[in-house]
């Protein structure tokens, strides 16, 4: 168990602080708690609440009773580094690139639409699209599909709308049944590329359904995938082994530039995979069984770094 005295100085100075402005808050409020914790730092704070003397003075006299739950932040990691779920928005906004100067919306290629004829992924002679379609209501209520149901459903959601919109213009569509793939969308979407009127008309929904389909079709979508699978297996392999034998199934996956093949993770990758257990494992038992396993993953990320014949600029940061 972690008291306040195996805290840093620091550590121990800023919950004597906090502790205190929470005795403050309770005490205008008139409360008499009960402190429940999740987590290490939260038993902490909550042990000196009970125990602080002039909090104990005040719970004599007070005449309300409150319930207040201390939560670590530690899980908030989990969400900036997980792949949760089967959700296509997610993967979107994580695959397609940024649209510059906006952190929350992505680029979106649009010559597909055009009759120019590019192999370049980077082309910049015609405006990207993007996800933001305040003005289309269809492009709206796709969108929503996309945050609420699984991938499969988002995408049979995408070709639906599609094809009532190329009905409503008149264009020879031919509804097919079955499995929605990306080929078939971009199909549907080459109806509209010589009708100005019907492109004019639906923009914001293609825009939308051409995002779909550069999504399904980036290999980072099939990482994502290796990914969330790799999660749900540590998160099941955590609530029944301890920690080192969770990193020693870790171990030989990392591999060097030269033995890594498109399907291996590559360094940066590791550290997401890293950031994701260390959240969701909560304490860790110490131990030389600990130590061993951490040092040896310390060793093979620092070879397999060293390796790189041109390190990322958050490798280069690392080093």
């Not at 805290?7 to 004597?16: D, I, K, N, Q, T």
């Not at 808050?25 to 704070?45: I, K, P």
């Not at 990207?128 to 995408?155: H, I, Y």
Request: aromatic share 6%; proline share 5%.
């Amino acid at each position: 168990e972690v008291g306040l005295a195996a805290l840093p100085a620091e550590l121990r100075a800023a919950v004597r602080a906090l502790v205190g402005d929470l005795d403050s808050l309770f005490t205008a409020l008139g409360l008499r708690e009960e402190n429940f914790a999740v987590g290490a730092l939260s038993r902490v704070v909550a042990a000196e609440l009970a125990s602080y003397a002039p909090a104990r003075n005040r719970r004599r006299t007070a005449t309300s009773k409150a319930s207040v739950i201390f939560v670590d932040r530690t899980l908030d990691l989990v969400g900036a580094v997980g792949h949760h779920g089967d959700n296509l928005a997610e993967k979107i906004l994580s695959v397609l690139p940024k649209l510059p100067g906006h952190k929350t919306d992505v680029m979106v290629n649009m010559v597909e639409l055009t009759a120019l004829k590019t192999t370049d992924e980077s082309c910049s002679i015609i405006a990207p699209g993007c996800l933001a379609q305040p003005n289309d209501p269809t492009a709206k209520a796709l969108w929503e599909s996309f945050m609420n149901l699984k991938q499969k459903e988002a995408v049979m959601e995408a070709r639906r709308h599609l094809v009532e919109a190329a009905s409503r213009e008149n264009l020879p569509i031919k509804m097919s049944m079955g499995e929605v793939t990306p080929e078939q969308l971009s199909s549907y979407i080459q109806l509209f590329k010589n009708n100005l009127k019907a492109l004019e008309s639906h923009c914001g929904l293609l825009q939308l359904v051409l995002a779909t389909v550069q999504t399904l079709k980036h290999p980072q979508t099939s990482k994502w995938d290796n990914f969330l699978a790799f999660e749900r297996l540590l998160l099941q392999t955590i609530g029944e082994s301890e920690m080192p034998s969770v990193l020693n199934q870790l171990l030989p996956m990392i591999k060097s530039y030269n033995e890594r093949t498109k399907d291996d993770y590559a360094c940066e990758d590791f550290f997401v995979l890293l950031i994701y257990i260390y959240s969701v494992v909560g304490e860790i038992k110490c131990g030389k069984e600990l130590d061993t396993a951490e040092r040896e993953v310390k060793k093979a990320l620092i070879k397999a770094i060293c390796d790189e014949p041109e390190p990322s600029p958050f490798l280069q940061k690392i080093a």
